[in-house]
């Protein structure tokens, strides 16, 4: 299917490795050009040559915390007229919640929620006066499904969630869409360990297998495939969605 978003321009947050990378090569795939971001240079660099190299889009590298203010101005500068937004950065560690203390909080709070909607209020206006944006917020299903040790990550993703249900709403008759990709447990190193995704299962993560209804993880590629599909511009008509993309593992009828 042709996405018809060729030679848009995307920045996508945190794209060196994982979910991001997924999404960062799907939109490439899709023709768009991009502006990739991650803390590891050396590994954005690697990530970045190889989009490059394959798909033939122009690819641009900001390496750099994102919840930086200093970083931010370079992903946007990089990218000045931003047609499609991927917001996404590594949630906290899991930690018992008598172990937070405001230090922690703020710096949760400032990652996961903050810093997405300080990108958002610098590509909006634009989105809006010239008729097009996609705007993905990469989330957690632990939005629906509280894990005892993430209630930081739960939290600031939830209030992210519920801040921008109304704000979505007030640009959908400008062609511009805000819809959140919830990702269940993906073959990802936050979810298996530094340098174990895409390896054999072992014991212990076979057992976790169990009870997703898919009976496998997914892979980044698919969480991107999906991400560049919202992106789209046969997705004009889907805006302030919640998409669990987890093989099932949310049971609810609606």
């Given at each position: 299917?042709?996405?018809?978003?060729?030679?848009?321009?995307?920045?996508?947050?945190?794209?060196?490795?994982?979910?991001?990378?997924?999404?960062?090569?799907?939109?490439?795939?899709?023709?768009?050009?991009?502006?990739?971001?991650?803390?590891?240079?050396?590994?954005?660099?690697?990530?970045?040559?190889?989009?490059?190299?394959?798909?033939?889009?122009?690819?641009?590298?900001?390496?750099?915390?994102?919840?930086?203010?200093?970083?931010?101005?370079?992903?946007?500068?990089?990218?000045?007229?931003?047609?499609?937004?991927?917001?996404?950065?590594?949630?906290?560690?899991?930690?018992?919640?008598?172990?937070?203390?405001?230090?922690?909080?703020?710096?949760?709070?400032?990652?996961?929620?903050?810093?997405?909607?300080?990108?958002?209020?610098?590509?909006?206006?634009?989105?809006?006066?010239?008729?097009?944006?996609?705007?993905?917020?990469?989330?957690?299903?632990?939005?629906?499904?509280?894990?005892?040790?993430?209630?930081?990550?739960?939290?600031?993703?939830?209030?992210?969630?519920s801040f921008l249900a109304?704000?979505?709403r007030t640009v959908a008759?400008?062609?511009?869409?805000?819809?959140?990709?919830?990702?269940?447990?993906?073959?990802?190193?936050?979810?298996?360990?530094?340098?174990?995704?895409?390896?054999?299962?072992?014991?212990?993560?076979?057992?976790?297998?169990?009870?997703?209804?898919?009976?496998?993880?997914?892979?980044?590629?698919?969480?991107?495939?999906?991400?560049?599909?919202?992106?789209?511009?046969?997705?004009?008509?889907?805006?302030?969605?919640?998409?669990?993309?987890?093989?099932?593992?949310?049971?609810?009828?609606?």
């Open positions: 299917m042709d996405l018809g978003i060729s030679s848009k321009n995307a920045i996508i947050c945190a794209s060196s490795k994982g979910l991001g990378l997924g999404c960062a090569t799907a939109l490439a795939e899709a023709g768009c050009n991009i502006v990739m971001n991650g803390r590891d240079a050396a590994a954005l660099a690697n990530a970045a040559a190889s989009i490059r190299d394959r798909y033939n889009v122009n690819v641009t590298e900001i390496a750099g915390d994102v919840s930086r203010p200093e970083v931010q101005q370079e992903l946007l500068g990089a990218c000045p007229h931003v047609d499609i937004l991927v917001n996404n950065n590594g949630g906290p560690p899991l930690r018992d919640f008598k172990d937070l203390d405001r230090a922690k909080i703020l710096e949760g709070v400032t990652n996961n929620m903050v810093t997405p909607l300080e990108l958002i209020q610098a590509v909006l206006p634009g989105m809006a006066e010239r008729g097009f944006g996609r705007i993905i917020n990469i989330t957690s299903l632990s939005v629906y499904l509280p894990i005892a040790g993430l209630d930081l990550s739960s939290g600031a993703r939830a209030g992210l969630t109304g704000v979505a008759d400008r062609n511009v869409t805000i819809n959140n990709l919830l990702p269940g447990k993906l073959d990802t190193e936050r979810l298996r360990g530094q340098d174990r995704a895409g390896v054999p299962m072992t014991e212990d993560e076979n057992k976790m297998l169990a009870n997703i209804p898919a009976k496998r993880l997914g892979t980044p590629e698919e969480f991107g495939k999906v991400c560049a599909f919202y992106c789209s511009v046969h997705a004009g008509y889907l805006t302030g969605q919640n998409v669990p993309i987890d093989g099932g593992l949310y049971v609810s009828a609606f």
